[in-house]
């Protein structure tokens, strides 16, 4: 789940805290 998330980041040149990241592959999970 993490490297689907930041592989989508990665396409939109995004760049999130890792505190930030966390918290959306929780909601992810869940």
Do not use: G, P, R, Y
Not at 1 to 18: G, P
Request: charged share 30%.
């Amino acid at each position: 789940v993490k490297q689907m998330i930041v592989a989508i980041l990665n396409e939109s040149d995004t760049l999130l805290s890792d505190e930030l990241l966390e918290a959306i592959i929780d909601k992810v999970e869940i």
